[in-house]
């Protein structure tokens, strides 16, 4: 089955305690990306990646870091996070974004930290 | 830049009646457009997209959508709403390699 997983789906931490989200898709697509959701607010991109070795900003990347040695893989890490990244996360997957494919979304993953 | 406005965070529907849901965009360039839904405790999902190919789009569960070039509008509808239709509904629009959602619009379906 296609799909994109991550892992944890629900994770309560304290502030400072450094963290990764793993988030995997099956579908060889070159384009993942990760997203959080605050109410009220939408989904707002955190980083993208093109391709393996490729990476950039989405619009709010302060406080996180990704890596993309994988084609599969696209890990969220928070080095120290704080209850402001109290959030829940989305990890998204697609062929290409330069055409019209769409994207493909995670279960999410509930952060809280305190 | 790219953005995508939805009016209305919150929308209220009898079941069997027209559903509505409003989006307005931004865009310098033609822009590739989606509608998605979020279930309860779940991921979104593609209801329908716009590339450029038809001005009427069909996607799943009954949903269209109508690019509106003149009003930068991509309004969602659904002629009869089923209980089954109550979710998040977001808007969003491809900006170079990003993609820009707005704020989210909850539909609720009164029995």
Aim: charged share 15%; proline share 6%; net charge positive.
């Amino acid at each position: 089955e296609a799909q994109v997983t991550q892992n944890p789906r629900y994770l309560i931490t304290v502030t400072g305690k450094k963290l990764t989200v793993t988030c995997s898709q099956n579908m060889n697509h070159e384009y993942m990306s990760w997203y959080r959701q605050d109410p009220g607010l939408g989904l707002r991109q955190i980083y993208y990646s093109m391709n393996v070795e490729v990476t950039d900003k989405g619009d709010v990347p302060e406080g996180y870091k990704v890596s993309r040695k994988e084609k599969r893989n696209f890990p969220l890490i928070l080095e120290s996070p704080s209850p402001n990244q109290t959030s829940l996360y989305f990890c998204a997957s697609s062929l290409n974004p330069g055409t019209a494919y769409e994207q493909y979304f995670g279960p999410g993953t509930r952060l809280t930290v305190t | 830049a790219q953005s995508v406005t939805q009016l209305g965070s919150h929308v209220s529907v009898s079941e069997g009646a027209l559903v509505l849901l409003r989006c307005n965009y931004s865009s310098s360039v033609p822009p590739y457009l989606f509608w998605y839904v979020q279930y309860p405790n779940q991921g979104l999902q593609l209801l329908l997209k716009y590339t450029s190919a038809a001005t009427l789009v069909k996607g799943i569960n009954g949903f269209e959508a109508e690019f509106k070039k003149s009003e930068t509008s991509f309004h969602l509808t659904k002629p009869s709403a089923h209980m089954s239709d109550a979710a998040e509904y977001f808007c969003a629009v491809r900006g170079g390699n990003q993609f820009y959602f707005g704020t989210g619009t909850s539909l609720t379906v009164i029995p």
